[in-house]
């Protein structure tokens, strides 16, 4: 009990101290006018209070991630609660805020165009088609599970899958077109406070209850033998660090009205998530008597059912309600950001200005016809590289932001040093995983850490040469 305690304290200590840390290296101007005010539209570029803006931000990036996630990496037992804090403080969030804020000073711009900006053309140009395509993964996959769950609950007496995956597909192409506060800016603050109160809610009930919350400790628990490198690192992604985040950070830097609300919704979204996934994390290694019993628990029913059976247990029959929805309501609010994101990638790369409603159809359609095509396909093979993908891209995202800072002649360890532990993490998982190579941990180790100790170095050899030009130009 004491270690979640302390963990809880830390992450919010986290916030204050080194998110406070992390912005005075940014450098924020608050005079400097922000993409929402410069270039509004009415569409995509709308002004917002940053308590809204935080509200979607938090649900955006959120979704069913940092607890499904968590209680997946809570078999791994405690040391999972090592990673969700000092992932979340040093990376997760450090991450989140680049993205939004390095969006923010680029007009806006969607995460491939700012890696190009940093890394180069020919890492834009991979970036585009890698996001693209993960959040076409993302909004199709969140498309075919909640209408599943839907069908299987009979809502409103429907119980056939096709209508209500017709009943989605139609709420997420007038969220990915309609202006971002007439859908999204409404709904999303609801669907985001809820899942805040829930989340605190299992966590109160937990110590008012009595539950012993185990101790942490450094030795993994997970019943196949799996070990907590890489496994851990990458099984845990949205409640410590993910890459989809880089992808919606930049929709709310279209709509944030001063650049010193950066911490709140960027660094401050992330660590709330952080403590969403503390919670569940929690609550599923000690709700079920340990490690075995969570383990037969997701055996015998999902994710979903532990979500479910938690939560009636501890909030009664109106929390499980809650988290039904919850269920279907989180996955459906990622999808369809996942979807508006896309068009937004591929209008920043072609220079698709987006103000009509007859050049967002243009991109929508189409991508709306691929989502619904692949939802006729099987997913079980494609998906296991989601979670691979997702952490490369935060990767790359951090390997941007240190670029920036190191030619801003900025402490550009606070992100070079995340970049290069990711860089660990997705080449050794690649290496180690059934979906990947399938090497054994004597050569998966030595090469993935190897990879990113070269990846630092040679960072560190470029951006001097870098600097130097841009010395000598000056």
């Known amino acids: 009990m004491i270690s979640f305690i302390v963990a809880i304290i830390v992450l919010i200590l986290g916030y204050f101290t080194y998110g406070k840390f992390v912005e005075r290296v940014f450098g924020v101007e ?19 209070s940053w308590k809204q803006i935080f509200l979607i931000q938090f649900l955006n990036i959120a979704g069913l991630g940092p607890i499904f996630g968590a209680i997946m990496g809570a078999l791994y037992g405690p040391a999972a609660f090592l990673w969700i804090v000092l992932g979340s403080i040093f990376a997760g969030a450090v991450h989140d805020y680049f993205s939004g804020m390095l969006s923010l000073r680029h007009n806006g711009e969607s995460i491939s165009e700012i890696v190009g900006y940093y890394l180069g ?68 603050p609801l669907f985001g406070a809820a899942l805040l109160i829930m989340a605190v809610g299992i966590g109160s009930m937990m110590i008012i209850k009595g539950y012993q919350i185990p101790e942490i400790t450094l030795e993994s628990m997970h019943p196949k033998g799996l070990p907590l490198w890489p496994m851990l690192f990458v099984t845990i992604a949205c409640g410590a660090i993910s890459g989809f985040h880089a992808t919606q950070s930049p929709m709310m ?52 059912a532990v979500v479910n059976t938690i939560s009636k247990s501890l909030l009664g029959p109106i929390g499980g309600l809650l988290a039904v929805l919850g269920v279907i309501a989180c996955p459906i609010t990622s999808g369809d950001t996942a ?18 409603i007859s050049k967002r159809l243009l991109l929508a359609l189409p991508l709306f016809a691929v989502g619904f095509g692949l939802t006729l396909i099987d997913f079980n093979i494609i998906w296991r590289y989601f979670a691979w993908s997702n952490q490369t891209l935060a990767m790359i995202v951090l390997w941007a932001a ?73």
């Not at 609300?261 to 992330?270: I, L, S």
């Open 339 to 356: 979807f508006r994101s896309a068009r937004l990638v591929i209008a920043d790369a072609i220079g698709f200005e987006q103000g009509k």
């Open 253 to 304: 830097a279209r709509c944030m009205t001063n650049e010193k609300y950066g911490r709140q919704v960027f660094y401050g979204a992330m660590i709330a998530e952080g403590i969403i996934a503390l919670i569940w994390a929690a609550a599923a290694m000690t709700f079920f008597n340990g490690i075995p019993g969570l383990n037969e628990a997701l055996g015998n029913g999902g994710t979903g």
């Open 30 to 48: 608050e005079d400097r006018p922000t993409p929402a005010v410069a270039m509004e539209d009415g569409v995509d570029y709308v002004p917002m």
């Open 402 to 474: 240190a670029v920036y800072l190191a030619i801003k002649s900025k402490i550009h360890w606070i992100a070079s040093i995340p970049a290069t532990f990711m860089t660990g993490v997705s080449i050794t998982y690649i290496l180690m995983a059934p979906e990947g190579f399938k090497l054994s941990a004597a050569i998966a180790y030595p090469v993935g850490g190897g990879a990113a100790l070269f990846a630092l170095i040679f960072f560190m050899v470029k951006v001097r040469n870098r600097v130097h030009t841009i010395e000598q130009e000056a």
């Open 121 to 188: 053309d020919s890492a834009k140009k991979i970036m585009r088609v890698f996001s693209v395509v993960l959040l076409i993964l993302v909004g199709t996959v969140f498309m075919t599970g909640p209408a599943g769950l839907l069908s299987s609950l009979k809502l409103f007496g429907i119980e056939n899958v096709k209508i209500w995956l017709a009943l989605i597909i139609v709420y997420y192409f007038l969220a990915t077109v309609m202006p971002v506060d007439k859908i999204i800016g409404k709904i999303y």
